[in-house]
Every structure is written in structure tokens, then in C-alpha cells.
Nanobody, 123 residues
Framework: QLQLVESGGGAVQAGGSLRLSCTASGRTFSKYSMGWFRQSPGKEREFLAAATRTGGSTYYSDSAKGRFTVSRDNAENTVYLQMNSLKPEDTAVYYC????????????????WGQGTQVTVSS
């Protein structure tokens, strides 16, 4: 029903910024809340941010709050993650995901996942 493709990852210096995009195929994009997660080698997948179906409400983890911003454009079937003040510990594979719930930080509440995009932050 929904296919998600992330883009915008890459290598940056500490203190730099990146804007990740996640584009969905399908007619029902606006019926899902959207979330961003990340996973680094040897660590559990970590929730970062989520936006409601209209983008009117957002929710952030402590790791993301103050540095990352999630937004969405339903006309373009796209959700974004703006990342500022990046640190080496932000190095990970970043995933977008779609949920039928209003908002959630739990992996099991998300029904569809992208393949991920690599973000590498050097000191």
C-alpha cells in the first residue's frame, strides 16, 4: 500500500547540517503519521521524531529536540527531517516509517519502512 524512499544522506563535518527527505508512493499518504528513526552498528534502532497526518503536531526524542525538525508536504507525499548542529554520535542509518496511529515512538507501531540512508558525521 505504501512504499517509502529516503534521500539526502551523506558525509558532513561536525556542526554541519543535512536535510533528509522521504517520498512515498500511494494515494493514502495523508492517512499515516510519519516517523524518523536511526540505527548505528551494534545499537538498537532509536526513535527521533514524528509528525501527525496533517503535520500539525510533532513529537521529538530528547536526542532530536532542539536540533532536528520534522515536517511534511502531503501534496508531494514527502516528509522531511532537517538536522542541524550535527555531532559524530549522529552517525547512523536513518529510516522513515509510516504509522496508522496518531503519533508513536515505538517501532512496532509503524507499518511501513524505507530502506534507510547513511549519515556520517566526522569530527
Amino acid at each position: 500500500q505504501l512504499q517509502l524512499v529516503e534521500s539526502g544522506g551523506g558525509a558532513v563535518q561536525a556542526g554541519g547540517s543535512l536535510r533528509l527527505s522521504c517520498t512515498a508512493s500511494g494515494r493514502t499518504f495523508s492517512k499515516y503519521s510519519m516517523g524518523w528513526f536511526r540505527q548505528s552498528p551494534g545499537k538498537e534502532r532509536e526513535f527521533l521524531a514524528a509528525a501527525t497526518r496533517t503535520g500539525g503536531s510533532t513529537y521529538y526524542s530528547d536526542s532530536a529536540k532542539g536540533r532536528f525538525t520534522v515536517s511534511r508536504d502531503n501534496a508531494e507525499n514527502t516528509v522531511y527531517l532537517q538536522m542541524n548542529s550535527l555531532k559524530p554520535e549522529d552517525t547512523a542509518v536513518y529510516y522513515c516509517a509510516a504509522s496508522r496511529l496518531l503519533l508513536s515512538r515505538l517501532r512496532d507501531d509503524y507499518d511501513y519502512w524505507g530502506q534507510g540512508t547513511q549519515v556520517t558525521v566526522s569530527s
